[in-house]
């Protein structure tokens, strides 16, 4: 063994660098999509309330312009989430998801209420 073959760049088999193929990014295509299947699946079983949602907004918005896009379409904090572009809001409004989409949200769902969050039927009576 020469000295020099243990310090030299590690080249594939072929010697030859492989161009990048799409089929290499078939795994992680995969994952996305069972990801994004788990989450419809789990927004259309969750328990979300009629009037409460989830609102996420473009990358790099704060929260206090995602606080103030909801207010902008009469809609009322509930609490924010651990990202800036991330708040739970509230309205009766039957068009408040359409009227945040279109103000600029991209993400405006059913938002299921955290435990402890809200009283039940049996603590009300």
Do not use: Y
């Not at 009322?76 to 989409?101: E, I, K, M, Q, Y």
């Amino acid at each position: 063994m020469r000295s020099q073959d243990v310090h030299d760049a590690a080249q594939p088999s072929g010697g030859k660098a492989e161009a990048f193929r799409a089929r290499d990014l078939v795994p992680a295509a995969c994952l996305l999509a069972a990801g994004l299947l788990a989450l419809l699946l789990s927004s259309i079983w969750s328990n979300a309330t009629d009037d409460t949602f989830v609102v996420v907004t473009p990358p790099g918005w704060t929260q206090g312009r995602t606080i103030a896009l909801v207010r902008s379409v009469n809609g009322t904090l509930v609490r924010g989430g651990n990202f800036g572009n991330v708040v739970f809001a509230s309205s009766t409004d039957a068009a408040f998801p359409a009227r945040l989409r279109a103000a600029g949200a991209w993400l405006v769902e059913p938002a299921p209420l955290a435990p402890g969050c809200s009283e039940t039927v049996e603590a009300l009576s």
